[in-house]
């Protein structure tokens, strides 16, 4: 059994929860976040949890430091099919990549085994949290899943699977079959927004209950210094999408902006492919930064004038950056792909916030608060 921090505030009583996620400390991903965030709080409000997720750097040793629980899911072992060569070659191995991942779920697929075989001998629980992406999470826990293992499954997904808005292509029907399967078998299914609901099959809309995405905000370090440039900063952190999270025509407008503007635009992402053009063309007033972790990139937005949300395609995904926006406190200025408003943009250049996005009740998005949903689950 763990050893307990001190000074533990328990609001009901204790429940032995079992937490199984594909990703988790220290890597660098909403659904990390989402994981980490929700085992640590459980731990500090009384609860006992041992969490089940791939070996990693440092994950044993944060877990021991935190009071949870740790074992092994194994690793992903499967050959991660990589894109390579040039010409006609080039093109071949990005249509294998992506439709090996688009027919077959490959090599997340593998998931469902190492699931099946890390809960074969895990039983009585209070509550089961399964966390998705990727959904093969969920896939592995209904293969096994009965209420020997928990009184309670609760499948706690992110962006939706068939019902995705944001991907080139749709999921094959195929993979119909095993949505519903989780679907019918989890005791309830967690969605971040409201309008993630739409994203599921309308038979088991019942099941669902909306818990956003939870921080402590308390954890956060905060630049609280004088400004240091006249410049403009606005910056924006996370990756882009084709014709859909589409950074393209905002900036191709900021490059048609004549040198009277005196801005950066700082780009935190992991496809620059899709920008390096436009920052070649830029003057040097578009950046590519390097890619921090959460609690840096925090700090370093902090510093800015305004942030960018690049809005996805449809309303059943929302991105998860607008609550570390709200946690930040900066105005927001909301870029949508084919409409974009020009006269917006120069507006916030010219410190004017008016239409700046508005994040509704930022202290929804208190761990502490979202802790509390999930355990009310569980009674």
């Avoid at 924006?236 to 950074?247: A, E, K, Q, V």
């Avoid at 780009?267 to 840096?296: E, G, M």
């Avoid at 510093?303 to 570390?324: C, H, R, W, Y």
Wanted: glycine share 6%; net charge positive.
């Amino acid at each position: 059994m763990p050893n307990f921090p001190k000074n533990t505030s328990v609001e009901f009583m204790s429940k032995k929860i079992l937490l199984v996620s594909n990703a988790f400390y220290p890597e660098n991903s909403p659904r990390s976040f989402r994981a980490t965030e929700l085992a640590k709080e459980l731990v500090r409000q009384g609860h006992r949890v041992k969490v089940i997720t791939h070996p990693r750097e440092g994950t044993e040793r944060f877990c021991a430091d935190h009071g949870i629980e740790y074992k092994s899911l194994g690793k992903l072992t499967w050959p991660v099919p990589t894109v390579k060569g040039s010409g006609i070659i080039l093109l071949f191995w990005r249509v294998i990549v992506r439709f090996s991942m688009l027919l077959f779920e490959y090599p997340m697929i593998q998931l469902v085994s190492l699931v099946k075989k890390a809960l074969k001998d895990e039983k009585g629980y209070d509550a089961l949290i399964s966390i998705a992406v990727p959904y093969p999470i969920h896939w592995g826990v209904a293969a096994v899943w009965s209420d020997s293992i928990a009184k309670v499954w609760i499948a706690d997904c992110g962006d939706p699977y068939m019902g995705q808005e944001n991907d080139t292509f749709k999921p094959p029907f195929y993979f119909g079959y095993l949505e519903k399967k989780f679907c019918r078998k989890a005791t309830y299914i967690t969605v971040p927004t409201e309008a993630s609901i739409k994203g599921y099959y309308q038979e088991f809309h019942s099941k669902i209950k909306v818990i956003s995405q939870g921080f402590r905000f308390e954890d956060i370090k905060l630049y609280t210094g004088e400004k240091q440039t006249d410049k403009i900063i606005f910056g924006y952190g996370g990756m882009f999408i084709p014709g859909r999270r589409d950074p393209s025509e905002f900036l191709n407008f900021l490059n048609s902006l004549d040198d009277s503007y005196n801005f950066e635009f700082h780009i935190y992402t992991n496809t620059p492919q899709f920008v390096q053009s436009f920052i070649d063309a830029s003057k040097n007033r578009i950046q590519l930064k390097n890619v921090l972790d959460r609690n840096s990139l925090m700090y370093e937005m902090s510093k800015m004038d305004f942030l960018v949300n690049f809005e996805n395609a449809g309303t059943a995904q929302t991105p998860s950056k607008l609550i570390d926006y709200a946690i930040l406190k900066k105005p927001i200025l909301s870029v949508k792909f084919g409409d974009l408003k020009q006269n917006h943009v120069l507006e916030f250049l010219q410190g004017n916030y008016q239409n700046a996005l508005v994040i509704d009740q930022p202290d929804q998005y208190r761990i502490e608060h979202v802790t509390h949903k999930f355990v009310t689950l569980i009674q």
